[in-house]
T-cell receptor
Framework: ETGVTQTPRHLVMGMTNKKSLKCEQHLGHNAMYWYKQSAKKPLELMFVYNFKEQTENNSVPSRFSPECPNSSHLFLHLHTLQPEDSALYLC???????????????????FGSGTQLSVL | EDKVVQSPLSLVVHEGDTVTLNCSYEVTNFRSLLWYKQEKKAPTFLFMLTSSGIEKKSGRLSSILDKKELFSILNITATQTGDSAVYLCASQGGKSMRFGAGTRLTVKP
């Protein structure tokens, strides 16, 4: 148990559906992340939130919409997805992203177990 | 563009063997290199390396960083079936953490 919980564990959706992935961390961290892991590809960073503010969006299509209501919760809202969006979606948290330190931080990420998403 | 390359992509060994996994990186403003183990879904943290030549060790696992040659290795001695997993290498630099594609290790009884 890493202290980061993701639900649901599995999700099958059609291209016209709207669904949401949920992530909750119990570690007292201030930074949260969404990663996409496709088969045989490196983990791809999607979004970063630091102290509830979005600090990075890695050119993610607008059919993925993140929401971070507080430092412990992170959502990924999905709509009109494509079959190529099928992947494992991992949430992670870290202490913080070194606000005000000029980027000189080292992040040790704690990952959830992921949501295995299949888009039909 | 920053990149992290792991080799081999997959490896099959027998229990008791020693394995070495490789990670090379090209990252702007390098700060650290991390190793994770991914058994089923959630990657779990193994090591963070920031200085060259200093070995980090945890049980049968050890890792070292060479900042001159831009690579790191992860060694596992006396492998067990429970070591079967995907091992991920990630490098931190600038504002980003970049992951390699991973090495899938299979340890047979």
């Amino acid at each position: 148990e890493t202290g980061v919980t993701q639900t649901p564990r599995h999700l099958v959706m059609g291209m016209t559906n709207k669904k949401s992935l949920k992530c909750e961390q119990h570690l007292g961290h201030n930074a949260m992340y969404w990663y996409k892991q496709s088969a045989k590809k490196p983990l791809e960073l999607m979004f970063v939130y630091n102290f509830k503010e979005q600090t990075e969006n890695n050119s993610v299509p607008s059919r993925f919409s993140p929401e971070c209501p507080n430092s412990s919760h992170l959502f990924l809202h999905l709509h009109t997805l494509q079959p190529e969006d099928s992947a494992l979606y991992l949430c992670a948290s870290s202490q913080d992203r070194g606000v005000g330190t000029g980027g000189g931080w080292n992040e040790k990420l704690f990952f959830g177990s992921g949501t295995q998403l299949s888009v039909l | 563009e920053d990149k992290v390359v792991q080799s081999p992509l997959s490896l099959v060994v027998h229990e008791g063997d020693t394995v070495t996994l490789n990670c090379s990186y090209e990252v702007t403003n390098f700060r650290s290199l991390l190793w994770y183990k991914q058994e089923k879904k959630a990657p779990t943290f193994l090591f963070m390396l920031t200085s060259s030549g200093i070995e980090k060790k945890s049980g049968r696992l050890s890792s070292i960083l060479d900042k001159k040659e831009l690579f790191s290795i992860l060694n596992i001695t006396a492998t067990q079936t429970g070591d079967s997993a995907v091992y991920l290498c990630a490098s931190q630099g600038g504002k980003s953490m970049r992951f390699g594609a991973g090495t899938r290790l299979t340890v047979k009884p």
